[in-house]
């Protein structure tokens, strides 16, 4: 996709605004667009929309307007065939335009500093690609190849590197062809960074082949991560999911101590971690940070990931993290829930942890106590939040435990020694009988216990 070694390059933005979708949903999903472009590089210098029953099937706009985002491009605005009006398409005097951003400029007042890429909130078929890129001079994108570049970028472990390839693969199976801009070479342009092949050289059954060859070096993986976490099957373990940026990574980092990357950017995480909680308690509690979501997530990278979204199924309980100072994170929790749903975790136990309420006003923490009543409110940043998150996750792990009073005999010391790592230990006094404990633990273990004392006498 991009080219790491060029300088930073300008975007113009565009969405398609459908009557299902109202000005707020709309705004949001720019927004987001553009935070996800900034990621990549790009200084967005125009965002704008075009509302219509439903995108245009050549171009998803319609002719002026596909003349208006030209002119950020210094393309010509004008397909081939195109511009001739069918019974389905709605009057262009009726399109009314929306600039977001009112330092974003006007059509009649286009900077003079070119777009080298032109960005749509939505997928973009092979045909619309290529009637876009006649149109405006520059590369073109979707959502999706947006969120694949990213996934390119941050990808670090052995696994991640396999399935963000496999996901652009099949992506950029259908468009390699279909795009004109950037020349013979497949790694020349914005959307198609990836295997480093000529788009001549890189045919469908070479993808195939490549998709077959990376799949069976999943497999491979797959076997010893499920080796990994079959040895886990004994811990307890806590899963945090949710939006991407959303304080998962920070919040791990607090919990356990760990040196896991802590960024504010979008998909700063991709590998999953698993980390012991700290201080270290009875039942030990293993955490896991896992890949981020994010709106209209391509089903491909879902599909290559779901060995990473595992570890969240492998989870006794669930912590949707959200970014409560993000005036979308409902829609963001929604997104998370749907995911969660998706690979079939609906029935795992979960706690909603609303993050980053430092950036919050009295007044919002008065509402989203009101609305989240069972929520757990923090800061990541704030340890005394952190200590009381840990408390809540430490309660949920110990339900089901007894809580007794026994005397070990002398002779017996050596079960003691057993006992600190299948019980928490309140309590200890000597006398002379033996060591007397006040311990708290699950039945099983006085069970073992009992047979452990009667068996020597």
Not at 300 to 303: P, R, S
């Given at each position: ?14 969405s398609?605004?459908t ?8 705004e949001?999903s ?14 967005v ?26 002119r ?43 777009a ?5 909130d ?11 890129e ?19 970028r ?10 963000v ?54 497999v ?34 607090k ?7 802590v ?7 991709l ?28 089903h491909?990278?879902?599909?290559s990931f779901?060995s ?17 100072s ?40 008065d509402e989203?106590?009101?609305?989240f009543p ?6 990541a940043?704030?340890d ?16 089901g ?30 006398d002379?009988t033996?060591t ?8 099983e273990?006085?069970t ?5 004392m009667?068996?020597?006498?």
């Open positions: 996709m991009i080219d790491h070694a060029l300088v930073k390059k300008t975007a113009v933005l565009f398609v605004q009557p299902d979708v109202s000005d707020e949903e709309n949001a720019l927004l987001e667009l553009r935070r996800l472009s900034q990621t990549m590089g790009l200084d210098i125009a965002t704008l929309t075009q509302r219509r029953p439903k995108p245009d099937k050549a171009a998803l706009l319609g002719a002026g307007k596909l003349k208006e985002l030209a950020y491009t210094g393309g010509t605005g004008v397909v081939e065939g195109f511009g001739r009006k069918s019974d389905d398409d709605d009057d262009e005097d009726a399109c009314r335009d929306e600039y977001l951003d009112s330092d974003e400029g006007s059509p009649d007042d286009a900077p003079e500093t070119k080298a890429c032109v960005i749509y939505g997928e973009i078929s092979t045909k619309q690609l290529q009637n876009l006649q149109a405006t001079g520059v590369e073109v994108l979707d959502r999706t190849g947006v969120i694949l570049e990213i996934f390119s941050h990808a670090k472990s052995r696994e991640a590197l396999i399935q390839e496999i996901a652009k693969l099949t992506y950029l199976a259908p468009r390699i062809r279909a795009s004109r801009i950037g020349g013979d070479r497949q790694g020349g342009g914005l959307g198609a960074k990836g295997a480093g092949e000529t788009s001549h050289e890189l045919d469908k059954r070479r993808i195939r082949d490549r998709i077959a060859e990376l799949k069976a070096r999943l491979e993986i797959h076997e010893e991560q499920n080796r990994r976490r079959s040895r886990r099957k004994e811990n307890f373990q806590v899963a945090l999911v949710g939006y991407t940026n959303a304080g998962k990574s920070s919040l791990m980092r919990l356990t101590g760990s040196d896991v990357l960024q504010d950017k979008l998909f700063a995480t590998d999953t971690r698993v980390k012991v909680m700290q201080p270290e308690s009875f039942p030990p509690v293993l955490v896991s940070d896992t890949v981020g979501f994010i709106k209209k997530l391509p491909d990278l879902v599909a779901q990473t979204l595992d570890e969240a199924l492998a989870a006794s309980l669930l912590l949707f993290t959200v970014d409560a993000d005036p979308a994170f409902r829609s963001q929790l929604a997104v998370t829930q749907s995911v969660i749903r998706e690979i079939g975790g609906e029935e795992i136990p979960r706690r909603l942890v609303l993050n980053k309420i430092d950036k919050l006003t009295p007044a919002q923490l989203l106590h009101n609305e069972e929520a757990i409110l923090i800061s940043h704030n005394e939040d952190v200590a009381r998150l840990r408390t809540v996750i430490l309660e949920f792990f110990e339900t435990m007894i809580e007794t009073t026994l005397t070990i005999p002398y002779a017996k010391g050596r079960l003691l020694g057993q006992l600190r790592s299948k019980a928490a230990i309140l309590s200890e006094t000597y002379e033996g007397k404990i006040t311990l708290k633990t699950f039945p273990t006085l073992w216990l009992e047979t452990m009667g068996g020597q006498g």
